[in-house]
């Protein structure tokens, strides 16, 4: 993703700096894991995850503790080829990152946290650093998000090779099927049967892409797009197809589930090791950066629900 580089200069867009400075440059990172090893996206006491350990290499650098907001919290196990972060510096630390070499503040940033995140073995790659134009929020001003998910159903299309991120599902499945149960749910609705609510969150959300098809080894991979996902709404629908897909429930279930708008004993998640988060989107005009955050930030009223399919513009990773 290209995005052009201003420096936010709006202290109220960015959290405290140093004891003496004010952070004012706020940097995007643009990087990709294998969850495989850890719980997930969001900090935890005692356990290793990605924004830990993404943090501690951070704060070693530029010599101070240092907080990132991402674009998608994924959960233990889950993956990530294009996650979007963002962080604030003050304007010595922003100069200080090339360490006095002629070199671009970003590209020695990345530099120097490979070396760093050398030491988990590859499971996290930074791919690109810049600063982040005026008022950019990497959740907020996110237009879509794009997840994929792998299945591969019945023993003969097991592989050990690729068992790290594919689920392995022991029923043969139907695929026309799943995809008759994932048109039910595209559109402006309230997802709380897939989700596990947040606390003053709101569970409505637009899904625009979700379709399943099988690639040239006979693995059937999901795709799907929203403006964003719910805590487990994307394993949860996953696994609510599966259950129709391989004969469990009635063509329909989906459509009824969605309807009921509760979070019971039906809801059955799908394995995490398959899921991967694969890009995410920002308006391509700087103007509408901010506006789009403070757009998000607005909490999304039932009576605004509907199955219409708005135009989502933007820029992909």
């Known amino acids: 993703m290209n995005i052009p580089e201003l420096n936010t200069t709006n202290p109220a867009l960015a959290p405290t700096g140093s004891a003496t400075e004010p952070a004012l440059v706020r940097m995007c990172l643009r990087l990709g894991y294998d969850g495989s090893s850890y719980n997930g996206w969001a900090l935890q006491p005692g356990l290793p995850t990605v924004q830990g350990v993404l943090e ?63 030491r988990e073995g590859g ?21 879509w998000r794009r997840y994929a998910y792998r299945i591969a159903d019945g023993p003969a299309r097991f592989d050990p090779l690729t068992r790290a991120f594919t689920m392995w599902h022991k029923k043969d499945v139907d695929v026309d099927l799943l995809n008759a149960e994932a048109e039910s749910l595209l559109g402006r609705h309230d997802f709380l049967s897939f989700c596990k609510p947040r606390e003053r969150a709101t569970t409505i959300r637009t899904l625009t892409e979700f379709t399943f098809e099988r690639d040239e080894s006979g693995i059937i991979v999901a795709h799907l797009k929203a403006d964003a996902f719910c805590h487990n709404m994307v394993r949860a629908m996953i696994g609510a197809c599966l259950m129709v897909g391989d004969g469990r429930e009635k063509p329909g279930w ?53 199955t219409d399919l708005p135009e989502l513009g933007g820029i992909k990773e």
């Open 254 to 306: 989906v459509a009824l589930r969605l309807d009921a708008a509760v979070r019971d004993s039906k809801n059955m998640l799908a394995d995490p090791r398959a899921l991967v988060l694969e890009e995410v989107a920002y308006p391509d005009d700087v103007e509408e950066i901010a506006m789009r955050a403070e757009l998000t930030r607005t909490r999304r009223k039932p009576h605004e629900i509907t």
């Open 123 to 143: 499971s996290i790659l930074v791919h690109e650093a810049y600063k982040a134009p005026a008022g950019f929020d990497a959740r907020f001003s996110a237009l």
């Open 56 to 118: 501690d290499a951070l704060g070693m650098l530029i010599r101070r503790p240092i907080r990132t907001t991402v674009a998608g919290r994924t959960d233990a196990g889950v993956h990530a080829r294009h996650q979007m972060v963002h962080f604030d510096l003050t304007e010595a630390e922003y100069a200080g990152l090339a360490r006095g070499a002629n070199l671009d503040p970003g590209y020695a940033l990345v530099r120097r946290l490979r070396g760093v995140l050398g």
